[in-house]
């Protein structure tokens, strides 16, 4: 695979997490009677979607730039800043979920989110210390399985389906990116061919994870809203 594809790359996610932005910070400021879920504030909701996607946005910009500090990191199977930027993103993403999945509790959202943080901080560690590798990969999903057993347990049966789709659709994106490092370690990171294929396969399923849950909670939360208003 060539640069000029990865670049390509880059730029249609930037553009398209910017889009993300750009709806989040709208809903902010165009919203009336829509409630967030289980009583928690929607704008602290709107604000966490905004900021992990003008994060990402950042990013893939840097990325897009396309420096020779960035081939080198890539070509050899370790793009640190990949799991800076997962550090971040995951970490907001995860405390939105469960606070969207009925996490009520601000000490089980708190305890979800340093889960989520510490995760990746293990998918770090395993890109970096190779000889402990298989370690931290193991403690990675120990602590994802965890955070998402605590969501599971905190889930009310009865909620509207667009709830159901984010806690379904997340447990899998999210299980996708350790099963990605899964194969990505397993392949070995000598192949500069298929690691910069394995930085695709990562930005892409970064995309479509943090795209779908800016949108299963807007067109969730407003459809709710209109049925409330049609009811009242």
Not at 14 to 20: G, K, P
Request: glycine fraction near 6%.
């Amino acid at each position: 695979m060539e640069y000029k594809s990865i670049r390509r790359i880059n730029i249609i996610i930037a553009v398209i997490q910017a889009l993300m932005f750009i709806l989040c910070m709208s809903w902010l400021v165009s919203k009336k009677d829509l409630d967030g879920p289980w009583d928690v504030n929607l704008d602290s909701i709107i604000l966490s979607l905004a900021a992990f996607s003008i994060v990402t946005c950042a990013f893939h910009s840097g990325y897009a730039a396309d420096k020779p500090q960035y081939r080198k990191i890539v070509d050899g199977g370790r793009n640190v800043w990949r799991w800076v930027e997962y550090c971040i993103t995951a970490t907001t993403m995860i405390w939105t979920i469960s606070v969207s999945c009925g996490v009520r509790t601000r000490g089980r959202r708190i305890l979800v989110s340093i889960l989520g943080f510490v995760c990746m901080c293990c998918g770090l560690m395993s890109d970096t210390n190779e000889s402990r590798s298989k370690i931290w990969t193991t403690l990675g999903w120990i602590m994802l399985c965890i955070a998402f057993v605590i969501i599971f347990m905190d889930f009310p049966r009865e909620v509207p389906g667009f709830v159901w789709a984010i806690l379904i659709c997340m447990t899998l994106l999210f299980c996708s990116f350790g099963m990605i490092h899964l194969v990505h370690m397993h392949h070995g990171k000598e192949n500069e061919q298929f690691n910069r294929k394995m930085e695709v396969v990562y930005s892409i399923d970064s995309l479509v994870s943090k795209t779908l849950l800016v949108l299963l909670l807007f067109f969730g939360l407003v459809t709710r809203s209109n049925q409330k208003s049609i009811t009242n």
